[in-house]
């Protein structure tokens, strides 16, 4: 599998689950501006939409959208129990938070990247972050991971884009158990790997 990323953007997730599952991967940089790849291809020829992630699976086909990768990804090995099991009440759990993960923060965060957002526009983002962030705090004040004690593909994600607060300037300090998540996930073995890849930590 190649695994077409950007560093730092939500490409970061599914590479988290795949040093998590233990699959083999190469991954290859894309320039988002230029819609570019490092091998200078033109990106939108393996995914029209321009954005990451794609993944490239052993076929050849091409899978994009984060969620439904890290979903692809986690079914191939179900004893790493990164995804409860297809059609469980628990899974259907689990694609309420990807889905949360993808409409209300990562979506959430695109005007505070955009220079060319007024500042009043940006407020109304961060207040709209935080009244989020409320609620996935209070998930995470009961339970180490947002399904439980269990790890799964929606914590990747979710440390992913929680991880962009520290580039938009947002103080976090109102929510400790999110700090606490956070750092609980980037402990993890698999997540040090990936953020080491992507040049984000240092060895």
Known sequence: MKLYFSPGACSLSPRIVLHEAGLAFEAEKVNLSKKTTAGGQDYRSINPKGSVPALQLDDGQILTEGPAIVQY?????????LAPA???????????????????????????????????SKQMAR????????????????????????????????FTVLNWAGFVQLDMSRWPA??????????????HAALLEEDLIKA
């Open 178 to 191: 999110i700090a606490v998540f956070q750092a609980r996930v980037a402990a993890r073995p698999a997540v």
């Open 127 to 158: 207040d709209a972050l935080a009244t989020r962030f409320e609620i996935v705090a209070r998930q995470l004040a009961s339970s180490d991971y947002l399904l439980g004690a269990q790890f799964t593909v929606a914590d990747a994600y979710l």
């Open 73 to 81: 990804l986690a079914d191939l090995v179900p004893e790493k129990q």
């Open 86 to 120: 297809a059609g469980s009440m628990a899974r259907y759990r689990l694609m309420e938070w990807l889905n949360f993960i993808a409409s209300e923060l990562h979506k959430g965060f695109s005007p505070l990247f955009n220079p060319e957002v007024p500042e009043q």
